[in-house]
């Protein structure tokens, strides 16, 4: 069974640096692609990037230049961190596993994250 | 700035059948776009029901199927179920990047 663990600091100052990080457990974490997506309260969902084992990364052009995803193949997690956060980067924040053609058979718990002075 | 339209609301009797569409700001939908559908229920995660336009998950309903209809990607829901109301989003693949449509509210009323 897989199961995605997510945890992070969830309030945040504004120009903080938001940091989640997502624990893959079961399955295999060498065959799929891994991503973050967000959803602000009341509103849709924002897909935020992707990585594979091997590091490649793709991001949503209009946040590419404040997200960096990282992975640690050695714990099966991948990270994302994204600077100078605002109050319009609150939002719940979700990993999930994303495969050829999918997204998201498996979901991380949710990380509302909270940008206020 | 790419734009994927889904109709806002839309509203369904028990048992009976609805489409939701999902079309994108560059013209037709086709399967180059690997359609995916969520479906979402208040305070909880998505829940994937269809992915490449047409495949279901092991968990999805048989009730729910995934098309492409006049150049949009579609999900349909046949037999509609109390339980089905929930909002749902489609996603589009852009070559390199994902983008989410902006969901439909169903209501079974």
């Given at each position: 069974?897989v199961?995605?663990?997510?945890?992070?600091a969830?309030?945040?100052?504004?120009?903080?640096?938001?940091?989640?990080?997502?624990?893959?457990?079961?399955?295999?974490?060498?065959?799929?692609?891994?991503?973050?997506?967000?959803?602000?309260?009341?509103?849709?969902?924002?897909?935020?990037?992707?990585?594979?084992?091997?590091?490649?990364?793709?991001?949503?052009?209009?946040?590419?230049?404040?997200?960096?995803?990282?992975?640690?193949?050695?714990?099966?997690?991948?990270?994302?961190?994204?600077?100078?956060?605002?109050?319009?980067?609150?939002?719940?924040?979700?990993?999930?596993?994303?495969g050829?053609?999918?997204?998201?058979?498996?979901?991380?718990?949710?990380?509302?994250?909270?940008?206020?002075? | 700035?790419?734009?994927?339209?889904?109709?806002?609301?839309?509203?369904?009797s028990?048992?009976?059948?609805?489409?939701l569409?999902?079309?994108?700001?560059?013209?037709?939908?086709?399967?180059?776009?690997?359609?995916?559908?969520?479906?979402?229920?208040?305070?909880?995660?998505?829940?994937?029901?269809?992915?490449?336009?047409?495949?279901?998950?092991?968990?999805?309903?048989?009730?729910?199927?995934?098309?492409?209809?006049?150049?949009?990607?579609?999900?349909?829901?046949?037999?509609?179920?109390?339980?089905?109301?929930?909002?749902?989003?489609?996603?589009?693949?852009?070559?390199?990047?994902?983008v989410?449509?902006?969901?439909?509210?169903?209501?079974?009323?």
């Amino acid at each position: 069974q897989v199961q995605l663990q997510q945890w992070g600091a969830g309030l945040l100052k504004p120009s903080e640096t938001l940091s989640l990080t997502c624990a893959v457990y079961g399955g295999s974490f060498s065959g799929y692609y891994w991503s973050w997506i967000r959803q602000p309260p009341g509103k849709g969902l924002e897909w935020i990037g992707e990585i594979n084992y091997s590091g490649s990364t793709k991001y949503n052009p209009s946040l590419k230049s404040r997200v960096t995803i990282s992975v640690d193949t050695s714990k099966n997690q991948f990270s994302l961190k994204l600077n100078s956060v605002t109050a319009a980067d609150t939002a719940l924040y979700y990993c999930a596993r994303q495969g050829d053609g999918f997204i998201g058979d498996y979901w991380g718990q949710g990380t509302l994250i909270t940008v206020s002075s | 700035q790419t734009v994927v339209t889904q109709e806002p609301s839309l509203t369904v009797s028990p048992g009976g059948t609805v489409t939701l569409t999902c079309g994108s700001s560059t013209g037709a939908v086709t399967s180059g776009y690997y359609p995916n559908w969520f479906q979402q229920k208040p305070g909880q995660a998505p829940r994937a029901l269809i992915y490449s336009t047409n495949n279901k998950h092991s968990w999805t309903p048989a009730r729910f199927s995934g098309s492409l209809l006049g150049g949009k990607a579609a999900l349909t829901l046949s037999g509609v179920q109390p339980e089905d109301e929930a909002d749902y989003y489609c996603l589009l693949y852009y070559g390199g990047a994902w983008v989410f449509g902006g969901g439909t509210k169903l209501t079974v009323l």
